[in-house]
């Protein structure tokens, strides 16, 4: 009896310690520290997007750029007097100044009220949260308790992000490797309802798709023409395409109904409907917005948790851009 007594201790012990990988966020994590944090980023958040509207699309493509590399630890923020940070390889040069200047604005602000309290990685997820709803998207409770990340390398960056090109295998394959389902997968490429690229990013759907097909078949051939229109072979290439040719400023299920339409910008988006496996799931969130938004909020704390840093690893840094020694 006495040993199956501490076989039983010795269960709940491992389920404890098994459950507390996922479980070290807590929603009310600064409850007592700094009780205000979610209202003053809130605040730091709407004065900058009172300034531009691109703080809503490049803070939220901040976050997944930082999670996917390295996990969620504001490790995309970090400047470097030699140009080998995170932020400088090639696939982060595109991210929009106004993201990393809402996370700075809003750590002063916190600093103000609660110095050397909050971390990077934590004022980022909240206002990446802040962001969506701004743009008329859903709310949700923001787990915190991330510190900020010691590493920031351009060198680990190539091979972990997700690139236009991809097919449905290669988007599963990256996503699972944190976590994250195809419905996951699906449901965060509705944040593409927001933003813009460079024409650069998707020419060869219109020019040099294949020798049978230069523009790719599976664009709406009237939206290919439009394309063609704004980005030509001799495009600036600092010219850029809203995501969204419908509602470009509004968070909703409109990019659902665009890969329906044969609208979807990237390869990889329109992938999403061409490949019978996931069709079934871009349908539904097009015609339901409310299963979209749920998947949406469900896939964005699991995002969140990714890699995260937690008890004494990593740092609260003072200043986002730069460690503390």
């Known amino acids: 009896m ?30 007592s520290t700094c009780p205000n944090v979610e209202f003053i980023v809130q605040q730091a958040v709407a004065t ?24 969620c630890d504001a490790s995309v923020m970090i400047d470097s007097p030699d140009g080998d940070a995170e932020k400088d390889a090639e696939d982060n040069l595109s991210l929009a100044g106004d993201g990393f200047d809402t ?6 602000a916190v600093e103000a009220q609660c110095p050397g309290v909050v971390s990077c990685a934590d004022i980022l997820a909240i206002a990446t949260r802040d962001v969506v709803v701004l743009a008329g998207g859903p709310s949700y409770n923001v787990e915190l308790g991330r510190r900020d990340g010691l590493i920031s390398k351009a060198s680990r960056v190539a091979g972990n992000l997700p690139e236009p090109e991809f097919n449905l295998k290669q988007l599963n394959t990256m996503f699972a490797s944190h976590n994250l389902s195809q419905f996951d997968m699906i449901a965060l490429s509705g944040a593409h309802t927001l933003g813009f690229s460079h024409c650069n990013r998707f020419s060869d759907r219109l020019y040099s798709f294949s020798p049978s097909n230069p523009v790719d078949p599976s664009l709406d051939p009237d939206y290919a023409k439009q394309l063609m229109e704004m980005c030509p072979q001799d495009v600036d290439p600092s010219a850029i395409v809203d995501m969204d040719p ?20 990237f390869t990889s988006d329109q992938v999403l409907f061409t490949d019978e496996s996931s069709q079934g799931t871009v349908n539904d969130f097009a015609t339901n917005s409310f299963d979209f938004n ?22 609260i840094r003072l200043d986002c851009t730069m460690f503390n020694s």
């Open 2 to 31: 006495e040993r199956l007594r501490s076989l039983y201790v010795l269960i709940l012990a491992i389920i404890v310690i098994l459950g507390g990988a996922e479980g070290q966020l807590e929603e009310n994590f600064y409850s």
């Open 48 to 71: 900058k997007f009172s300034q531009t509207f691109v703080t809503i699309p490049a803070t939220l493509r901040l976050f997944l750029h930082d999670c996917f590399v390295e996990g």
């Open 103 to 108: 996370v700075i604005k809003a750590k002063e």
């Open 246 to 265: 419908v509602t470009p400023q509004t968070f909703d299920n409109e990019y659902y109904k665009n890969l329906v339409g044969g609208k979807g910008l």
């Open 294 to 315: 749920g998947a949406f909020v469900s896939a964005m704390r699991k995002l969140g948790r990714v890699g995260v840093k937690t008890g004494d690893e990593g740092e």
